[in-house]
């Protein structure tokens, strides 16, 4: 070790500032560039939720009704949400937890963020075993694939496909079902007909879920620095292989129809309250809002980094390319509604699995199709291990930021906590490997990730907007930014800050509608059971958003003092270690000389 390096750390010992390896803050560590934190936002936010989720809920909801609300909702909620969690992070170098020092009382949304998060993670990584399954899939039948044809042992009356020699339509074209569509939730699956009908674990399935966790383990390792590299690959690949899709299903014959179902809405839509609560649910998993990923990453920025910028550029894009792989997807459907004679929204029956049926027919078509579908699944596991190593290191950072004693026991040894974590979210997952596994997948994924996220999402505007105060939010941001300018804060007001006051009544609005017009989920034609829906829905909902109502009554309880008055008051003002975490930025937000080495790690 050099002497500038020991001087560097003698520094830190005695609570300066220092600069070492390139990084502001030498205990937690920063992204080595701008552009990697970019890339890791992009990745987290354009993942499975733009190719897989976005497509199947546009498709359930009527198609071009669902882009209205979902714009709406991009423009209202969800840049606002994007600048203030990343403001949080960033301001404070910590993560989903550390951050809510600001407000103590409401520490329990960064618990509900963790626990959101690792429900999110323990299906999310189900999606992407199934990439890994069809990417060796693609391999198994050279020089075609394996789901092209109706003459295989796993296919019914009903399937039908124009390719196969002498193919006749079945009489009941209603009941007609298509090769791809067989393939997946027959062979792959072995779908059961019911959550209720356990039957036995699919090992394909298993194993590729294995590897995907191994995968994401590997990718976990080394925390930020590797975190930041693999995006670069995982980010950016994907939309070269997304190009080729597209201009491959435009040319398919009544692709034109699928488009026009895609863009033109059903005004009647609009009058459900599904449709709002999908597009809702849909900003907040696509842009990753509520799930403390965004907390994470902005946290290992250096402080001065430029967020106004980052918040505005990433939700553009990341619904742009949710927009734009919708087109892959709808030109697709539009040709197998032509190919059955039958109207789009007729054409595919499990909706949750939608892209795994709508690409791999268009792969289908594509010369030299196994090469495209290998990439192109290749390109979908990339997607996943972009979004899933950062939900997954929002629950590590939190856990580490909060937890000194597990800090100190696993130093040197990161390793322990990414091992740990996977192999409990594994196990976990079991279920969703089960032939009743896509029942379960679809459950979680409209509650766990869906209602309770929105809950969670509410709580945090009212939090940062009416009780730690917009104000201070404009201050933070002014502070690491550094531009005092009137055009800046013109449009910091506009962009942002108007609409952080319209969201809570929005969101609220959607929910209180939602419930009004409750209906449990179903899947294709199949009703779940009442156990299941509401019963299983609601306790996963519990069992995040319970967690911030738990924590409120135990620090009322058991960490203030005093009157319930007293308490209340105490328990809104912001702790005194909150603020950046170096000194000379705290001097820079004029507060106080506050050494954040005195702090436990808990509040």
Known sequence: MTSVQNENIEMKERGQDVAYSGDENVERGNWSNKFEFLLSCLGYAVGLGNLWRFPYLCYANGGGAFLIPYVIMLVVVGMPMFLVELSLGQYASQGCIGVWKCCPLFKGLGYAMVIASSLLAIYYNVIMCWSVYYTYASFTALPSLPWVGCKNHWNTDNCYDDRDVNATMPANNTNITSASEEYFTIYVLKQSSGIEETGSIVWALTLCLILAWIV??????????????????????????????????????????????????????????????????????????????????????????????DAAIIPLLNCGTSVFAGFAVFSVLGFMAHETNRAVDEVVASE????????????????????????????????GVGSLVVIVEAVITAIIDEFAFIRKAIKGRRWIMPLTICTVFFVLGIPHVTQAGIYWLALQNSYAAGLSVLLIGFIELLVVTYIYGFRNVIKNVKVMVGSSSQVFVV?????????????????????????????????????????????????????????????????LALRESGSIIERLKNSLKPLPEWGPMLQKHRKEAGISDYQPEDYDGHI
Do not use: C
């Open 352 to 383: 949750i699995g939608l892209t795994f049926i709508a690409y791999p027919e268009a792969l289908s078509r594509i010369p030299i199709s196994p090469l495209w579908a290998i990439l192109f699944f290749i390109m979908l596991m990339s997607l």
């Open 216 to 309: 994401t383990i590997i990718a976990l390792v080394k925390g930020v620095k590797s975190l930041g590299k693999i995006e670069y690959f995982t980010a950016l690949f994907p939309y070269l292989v997304l190009i080729a899709v597209i201009a491959r299903g435009a040319t398919l014959p009544g692709a034109s129809n699928g488009i026009r179902f895609y863009l033109y809405p059903d005004w009647e839509r609009l009058r459900t309250a599904q449709v709002w609560k999908d597009a809702a649910t849909q900003i907040f998993f696509s842009l990753g809002i509520s799930n403390g990923g965004l907390h994470m990453a902005s946290s290992y920025n250096k402080f001065h980094n430029n967020l106004v910028l």
């Open 491 to 555: 449009l910091l007001y506009i962009v942002f800050i108007i609409p952080m006051f319209v969201a809570p009544f929005l969101i609220a609005f959607i929910v209180v509608f939602s419930l009004m017009d409750y209906t449990p989920i179903t899947l294709g034609s199949y009703e779940y059971p009442y156990w299941a829906d509401p019963v299983v829905a609601w306790l996963m909902v519990m069992a995040s958003v319970g967690a911030i109502f738990i924590y409120m009554v135990y620090h």
